[in-house]
């Protein structure tokens, strides 16, 4: 994981990192794909994108999304296309608003990408096998808090390992029984082998190795042999102790067999995607659709290997999907569990599904989810807890989850929303579609129509306006994330085969002033070794109050032993939407300049503003941004309100 003193987050996957944070790429490329017209078996609502109006959209700043995934595709080479084509589909009060397709299907960019083009949706597997558990919770066939034993008995003598001092581990009891609630929130116990999601140290590697030794999980098998393969393994952690990504919903896919009497994928054929109408879901390809059939970033791993059929149908990511089937899933979930008069799920197995399901106490192991993050588990999902420290988008409440190579969804109830990205890139390289995706998404939210005041004389010390403004990293009030500002250095740090490297340094920050520069290895933080410190303990190590002092040992290459650099915290604005305010020969003129544009003003594109009042302007665009400027006591501008009311978006002045 890597952290900018907390201002980006970076989200490690099975070989590399989902980098969140985002360059925009200046000027909208012609989009390839508009709308795609093929034909897609969908219910009368999501059939085709009605006027963005009537969901309460701007039609304009929806095509931003298209515009800046093209420029994405556009950039890229045969031989390096990391985000060759993508597919995004939103619905918003049970209409779809937004349907686009971009670039192409295949690496060597001959094959336009459709609007059901067909993906590899990994981890996005998990919500699926989810409601399936849930239906028949639902039907009395399945309970939440049953023994896993009850349903796989080979699993009910499964010890626990405790972990040793020097490392290696021992073996206990389990204090309680693995549950089916802890199958779904991931506090079975159980752990991926070889993913780096975990707590660092050496029961963790112990554990992981061992995992590792056999080869249990098999293309070539079945549910049924992976459990008894399992059955011969320790658990990690006590049942309902620690949340750590895992095994656990495969594990649950063969519960779901037992207790339905079905197979895995006939259940979910039956009882979700035909009902639901998800005509181009399932665990494999046929070969009448492998024309539509997304190329992969690497090569297929056998395991999920989506383009014949394997016998482990994998519960926790090995479905395809489309953009539209998924969002016809998500909508489902929305309304709370029917969609067009077919009903999957009760009301009430929805809201326990979406709300926090977490115990208190759990330890949330890894960098994935916790309230480190302002997040938590439900039962299949992650939900945001937290509008400020959190990733995750949308209101408090609104639930997600995301897939290996760049698939990604999330579901809004506040705002009546559901949103699906469909990406196929290596690990490390979609991090900045999901948060620009989030942000153009909200960013698009139609904002009250404005009055129109009457134009007035500008004054005439125009020059007193001009700076570069931030707004934080959110282009919607309905999206707040990260915006507050916070005592630190402003460094980007990663930690790079077990070492705190520098990326660098925000501009003008604490750490740029005292001489912290790319390359550099941070060893120790006063007097604390980093070697062993997880990310999050060398992020409260980082920052303090403004004013305080810390001193990093610090190793460059070129330079021989240890440097000892002192830095001198300061406070820390997040960075992301800026606008600068510039006066031309006719008056004030803003354009966005930061990561992302925001309502009138797109990156590197002049705008006029009106004088309408004192310290009032008006934008010329088609939204009338208003914008009001905020003076201190004595009188100088220091921020920058747009559209003062319940939508407004505060802004300070940072030049």
């Known amino acids: 994981m890597r952290s900018s003193d907390g201002l980006a987050l970076i989200i490690r996957s099975r070989s590399g990192l989902w980098n969140h944070t985002v360059s925009w790429i200046r000027g909208f490329a012609p989009l390839l794909a508009l709308l795609c017209t093929a034909t897609i078996a969908l219910a009368d ?9 009537l969901s309460g959209f701007s039609a304009a700043r929806l095509m931003r999304i298209g515009g800046w995934l093209q420029a994405k595709a556009d950039a890229l080479t045969p031989s390096d296309p990391v985000i060759p084509g993508a597919v995004v589909a939103i619905a918003r009060q049970g209409r779809l608003a937004y349907l686009q397709a971009v670039g192409f299907q295949d690496r060597a960019k001959t094959i336009p990408m459709r609007a059901n083009s067909i993906f590899w949706i990994a981890s996005m597997t998990k919500p699926v096998t989810s409601v399936a558990a849930m239906i028949l919770v639902d039907e009395g066939k399945l309970e939440l808090d049953a023994p896993v034993a009850r349903y796989l008995p080979e699993l009910g003598a499964m010890p626990v390992a405790r972990p040793q001092e020097g490392g290696g581990f021992t073996l206990e009891p389990p204090h309680r029984a693995m549950t089916v609630r802890d199958l779904l929130r991931h506090t079975s116990g159980l752990i991926y082998p070889g993913m780096d999601f975990a707590d660092p140290g050496p029961a963790s590697e112990a554990i992981h190795a061992l995992y590792n030794a056999k080869q249990i999980f098999r293309s070539d098998g079945t549910l049924a042999d992976f459990v008894a393969g399992l059955a011969a393994f320790p658990l990690a952690h006590q049942p309902g102790e620690v949340w750590e990504y895992s095994w656990g919903f495969d594990v649950l896919a063969r519960v779901v067999e037992v207790a339905s009497g079905e197979p895995f994928g006939e259940f979910l054929q039956t009882r979700i995607f035909d009902p639901l109408k998800m005509v181009d879901t399932g665990f494999f390809v046929p070969a009448d659709k492998l024309d539509r059939l997304v190329d992969p970033p690497e090569q297929r791993n056998p395991r999920f290997d989506i383009s014949k059929p394997r016998n482990l149908l994998s519960g926790g990511g090995g479905l395809a999907s489309t953009a539209p089937d998924y969002l016809r899933f998500c909508q489902m979930l929305l309304n709370g569990g029917e969609l067009d008069g077919a009903r999957i799920l009760s009301p009430q197995a ?148 077990g070492e705190i490297q520098v990326l660098g340094a925000l501009a003008r920050s604490p750490a740029a002033r005292a001489g912290l520069r790319a390359g550099d290895v941070v060893t120790a933080i006063d007097g604390v070794a980093t070697a062993g410190l997880d990310i999050d303990a060398i992020i409260a190590r980082l920052r303090g109050a403004p004013g305080t002092e810390a001193a990093l040992e610090v190793r460059r290459v070129g330079v021989e032993g240890s440097n000892r650099i002192v830095v001198v915290r300061g406070l820390i604005q997040p960075r992301g939407v800026d ?77």
């Not at 282009?475 to 500002?485: F, I, K, M, Y």
């Open 45 to 53: 609502g999501l059939s085709s994108p009605a006027d963005p109006g």
């Open 350 to 497: 929805v809201a326990a599904m979406t709300a926090d399901a977490m115990p208190a106490g759990v330890h949330f192991a890894g960098s994935l989810v916790g309230p480190k993050y302002g997040t938590s588990w439900g039962l299949g999902f992650e939900i945001r807890t937290d509008p400020i420290t959190s990733h995750a988008p949308g209101s408090v409440g609104s639930f997600r989850w995301s897939g290996a190579w760049g698939t990604y969804f999330w579901v809004d109830p506040a705002e009546k929303l559901a949103v699906v990205q469909m990406i196929q890139a290596a690990p490390g390289a979609a991090g900045e579609a999901f948060l620009t995706i989030r942000r153009l998404a909200y960013g698009a939210l139609a904002i009250p129509e404005h009055s129109e005041p009457q134009a007035v004389t500008p004054p005439e010390a125009l020059g007193a306006y001009e700076g570069l403004y931030t707004f934080g990293r959110s282009t919607s009030v309905r999206d707040p994330d990260g915006s507050a500002p916070f005592g630190g250095m402003g460094v980007d740090i990663e930690r790079v085969r």
């Open 579 to 655: 606008i600068n305010i510039s006066l031309g020969a006719d008056g004030l003129i803003t354009e966005a300049n930061g990561l992302w544009p925001i309502l009138d003003f797109d990156l590197g594109k002049p705008v006029p503003l009106t004088a309408i009042a004192k310290d009032e302007f008006r934008a010329s665009g088609d939204d009338r941004t208003q914008i009001q400027f905020v003076r201190d006591a004595e009188g100088k501008i220091v921020g920058a309100i747009l559209d003062p009311g319940p939508d407004e978006l505060r802004g300070v002045r940072i030049d």
